[in-house]
């Protein structure tokens, strides 16, 4: 029999918690074993039961979500699933509480929604799986590359849960002249805009949300914007980014795949293509596309990641060529795009 993961649910609106609750006892291997209506309630029930996974909304009266994920990860580190509005004010708190240590999060639902909470359950199981224990981790200051010969090759990378931290510590590695990057990580409509500024005020080079036409540069970093979008680059003359408005694939939109296939398109052999942690298999086949194309491929290792699901299936496929610790991964970009001592690539 499996055994089942075990949840509590923290919010401070009772429908809300009843929602989340409906929704997460649908799935025969997931069960709602309490609910907190603010932290000193949600204290208490950790002492109690010991959930494997937490659900916890981002604004609660008397302690907000943030301020008690910060006691969880320092006193009693475990998976703590963030619930946040769709909101700039929602996302940005909801960023932070990724750098701090929560596993994922997921936003509440909006009027019309066919799935409210979307993949929660999955995401729930996942945590409860994860062998890795979250720990609150300030920030480290990275000091990037000063003597960077940057080649023409274009950088694509694909990530989800645990891709902010991910990012961040790849991105930081960058200098400011930085090889044209183009990233797609499965995250909720308005999220990415707030993460693309979040990053382009910790990273040296200019960070932004990808629009429809905009021209890779050196010394840019595109986001793949969240929502109702894929993220392709085009244009052989003038690689540019492309959002088209087609299904979701793997289940996502934007898709890791649907980038990585267009690169291998665009860019053959003239690519990096990296695949980070995350959730499923997008991205292992337009990895395997760019690998076959002749780009250099990358996967973070098991050890470094909070879900070994999207490197794992690629590495499985052949589609990795270096797999590598999360550490590493930002200088071996720049190893494989640097421009040759006698010139450009």
Not at 215 to 226: D, H, K, S, T
Request: proline fraction near 7%; hydrophobic fraction near 40%; charge should be positive.
């Amino acid at each position: 029999m499996i055994s089942r993961a075990r949840v509590l649910v923290v919010d401070d609106s009772p429908t809300m918690r009843g929602l989340i609750t409906a929704v997460l006892n649908s799935d025969p291997e997931v069960s709602v074993i309490g609910q907190a209506g603010d932290a000193m309630e949600a204290r208490a029930a950790i002492k109690q039961l010991n959930p494997d996974v937490v659900t916890l909304d981002i604004e609660m009266p008397n302690m907000n979500g943030l301020e008690f994920l910060e006691k969880i990860m320092r006193l009693r580190p475990m998976p703590v699933i963030m619930v946040s509005t769709m909101t700039h004010r929602g996302a940005e708190a909801t960023l932070a509480a990724l750098e701090i240590g929560a596993f994922d999060c997921v936003g509440k639902p909006m009027p019309g929604d066919a799935r409210p909470f979307g993949d929660l359950a999955e995401k729930v199981k996942a945590a409860a799986r994860s062998k890795r224990r979250p720990v609150a981790q300030a920030a480290v200051a990275v000091k990037p590359a000063t003597d960077f010969r940057v080649g023409r090759k274009i950088v694509a990378i694909g990530s989800s849960t645990g891709g902010v931290e991910a990012l961040i510590a790849v991105l930081q590695k960058f200098p400011q002249n930085c090889p044209p990057t183009v990233i797609t990580q499965h995250m909720p409509p308005t999220f990415t805009k707030s993460f693309s500024e979040r990053l382009n005020r910790l990273c040296a080079p200019i960070v932004q949300e990808a629009t429809d036409g905009a021209r890779l540069e050196i010394g840019r970093i595109y986001l793949a914007p969240g929502g109702e979008r894929h993220l392709q680059v085009v244009n052989p003359s003038a690689p540019s980014c492309r959002l088209i408005e087609t299904a979701p694939v793997n289940g996502h939109r934007p898709s890791v795949d649907v980038l990585f296939d267009s690169v291998a398109e665009l860019a053959g052999r003239n690519a990096v293509g990296v695949i980070l942690t995350g959730m499923g298999r997008d991205g292992a086949s337009g990895l395997l596309k760019m690998r076959s194309a002749g780009a250099r491929t990358i996967g973070q290792n098991e050890k470094t990641c909070v879900v070994y699901g999207m490197p794992r299936v690629a590495y499985e496929l052949g589609a990795v060529e270096h797999q590598l610790p999360l550490g590493s991964i930002g200088e071996e970009i720049l190893k494989l795009t640097a421009a040759r001592k006698e010139g450009s690539e």
